[in-house]
């Protein structure tokens, strides 16, 4: 079993940055990849980025590419995304979850068995 508390979010205005943490607790954190998702108001939820159980790989969705960075301190049990370049676009609810069977196809929701409830985003024009 795995738990995972989002914080971070906020309103922030266009242009602006944001750092998402998500603890964990439970399984070891250092055995398993995790991934940011995020879903807008009346839209699917979607793949932002994933990191390896190590740090060693990240992957990007491409509207993120460039703006936001995925990063991990196994000592502290957490990941993170930084958030910068905001556009009003990126307004969502954001979701960690963690990928135990170390699936690579990061992009797929199923692939991930474990999911935290959530920070909402809010980026103002």
């Known amino acids: 079993q795995v738990q995972l508390v989002e914080s971070g979010g906020g309103l922030v205005q266009a242009g602006g940055s944001l750092r998402l943490s998500c603890a964990a607790s439970?399984?070891?954190?250092?055995?398993?990849?995790m991934g940011w998702f995020r879903q807008a108001p009346g839209k699917e939820r979607e793949f932002v980025a994933a990191?390896?159980?190590?740090?060693?790989?990240?992957y990007y969705a491409d509207s993120v590419k460039g703006r936001f960075t995925i990063s991990r301190d196994n000592a502290k049990n957490t990941v993170y995304l930084q958030m910068n370049s905001l556009k009003p676009e990126d307004t969502a609810v954001y979701y960690c979850a963690a990928n135990v069977r170390y699936n690579t196809r990061w992009v797929l929701e199923r692939v991930y068995d474990y999911w935290g409830q959530g920070t909402q985003v809010t980026v103002s024009s």
């Open positions: 439970g399984r070891t954190f250092s055995s398993y990849a």
């Open positions: 990191i390896t159980w190590s740090g060693g790989s990240t």
